[in-house]
């Protein structure tokens, strides 16, 4: 594979919002990884998810159904068209937490920056990181802990700083 092939296949993944890449041909190891502005996707193309079903904790999780029902004062005096949605670029499921005893990576009211990991979408045996791509305060968490996330559904609501 050329440095020319590698700028093509740079350029397409950009083109198709693919979050990363990784080909391994004759010897040759390649690993593109893309972030993409993902508030180009419009809300109204994602189902609308009910966050008040019941759900079963997972190995040893604490149930913490309140994170996702309880609105924050925040969220009050936000419009929704202020906020910055932040959405799924794969399909597979949603984690709050690198693993079932840690801390979730953010809360309702936690402060962030471009860069800061928020949760962790596990697709094929392959835990995904997503991260944030603007600076601000998590006013809503969309998805619940252990559960199925949809190419361009929401989870994670910011007002900007």
């Known amino acids: 594979m050329n440095l020319k092939e590698i ?8 083109s198709k919002n693919i979050a990363e890449l990784e080909i391994d041909k004759a010897g040759l190891r390649l690993r593109i990884k893309t972030t993409y ?16 079903e019941s759900h079963t904790p997972l190995r040893g999780e604490k149930s913490t ?16 068209d ?51 791509d603007v600076a601000g305060e998590i006013v809503k968490i969309h998805q619940e802990n252990g559960k199925p996330v949809e190419f361009g559904q929401p989870l994670f609501s910011l007002k900007r700083k």
């Open 65 to 80: 159904v309140s994170d996702f029902t309880s609105p924050s004062s925040n969220l009050e005096e936000v419009k929704e």
């Open 82 to 132: 202020d906020l910055h949605v932040i959405y799924s670029p794969i399909v597979g499921t949603f984690y709050r937490a690198p693993s079932p005893d840690s801390k979730p990576f953010v809360d309702i009211g936690s402060q962030v920056l471009p860069g800061t990991v928020l949760c962790i979408i596990e697709a094929m045996k392959l835990m995904n990181e997503i991260e944030s």
């Open 37 to 52: 502005s993902t508030n180009i996707l419009s809300a109204s193309t994602s189902p609308n998810i009910s966050l008040t």
């Open 7 to 14: 700028k093509e296949l740079i350029e397409f993944i950009s």
